[in-house]
């Protein structure tokens, strides 16, 4: 008999096709919101699984000042307090007015707990949300259940599957 379950099916697997798409339907979500006439002034990606991400939605809304800030948390699937471990350039982020922070996705929202602080005023968007952590998310464009993970393209590479009725 088949198995009733597929193997990792509390598994979301995003190509880059995928991620090229969510990422552009969070550039044209956020297109005209910025606070100066609609316009974003500058794009910080948090590394590294936003640079992705921030560097699609900064060449859809034309975005040329682009900067990061890099937190360090997880160890692969399990995570420790975040800490900030480079700052974006100061003069040009201010109180984060203008500023559209991007990650790849929230999940408990610790981190972007940790960079909202040192930005109060920015926008934060990510292309993923797990309920715990949408409420430090401003715009995001796909929910997945707490107890997915997210697995995106740059951890995966392309390999033989047995077929689902393998041989006995
Ligand atoms: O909402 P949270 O529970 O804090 O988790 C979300 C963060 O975890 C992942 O980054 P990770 O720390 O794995 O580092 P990476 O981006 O360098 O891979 C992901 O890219 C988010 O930045
Ligand atoms: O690749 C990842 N997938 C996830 O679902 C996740 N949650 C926190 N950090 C994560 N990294
Ligand atoms: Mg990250």
């Known amino acids: 008999m088949a198995p009733d379950r597929l193997p990792h099916e509390k598994g979301f ?13 969070l550039a044209w979500r956020l ?5 100066d006439n609609g316009a974003w002034r500058a794009v910080v990606g948090i590394t590294r699984g936003g640079m992705a ?4 939605v900064s060449r859809e809304l034309d975005i040329r000042l682009v ?3 890099s937190v360090k948390s997880y160890n692969h699937q ?13 003069d040009l982020v201010g109180d984060g007015t203008g500023v559209l922070i991007v990650d790849d996705l929230v999940d408990t929202g610790r981190t972007l707990e940790v960079v909202r602080a040192t930005m109060p ?4 968007a990510t292309v993923y949300a797990k309920p715990m952590g ?3 998310v401003d715009t995001y464009i796909t929910e997945v259940s707490q107890d997915t993970w997210i ?3 740059w951890d995966m590479a392309l390999q033989y599957v047995k077929p689902y009725r393998a041989g006995e």
């Open 67 to 69: 900067d990061t800030i």
């Open 13 to 25: 697997h995003v190509s880059w096709d995928q991620l090229h798409r969510d990422a552009r339907a």
């Open 134 to 136: 949408r409420p430090q």
């Open 121 to 124: 005023k920015a926008h934060v």
């Open 151 to 153: 697995f995106f393209p």
């Open 78 to 90: 399990s995570q420790s307090a975040p800490v900030i471990i480079k700052m974006p350039d100061r």
């Open 31 to 35: 297109d005209g919101q910025g606070p």
């Open 53 to 56: 991400p921030a560097m699609i």
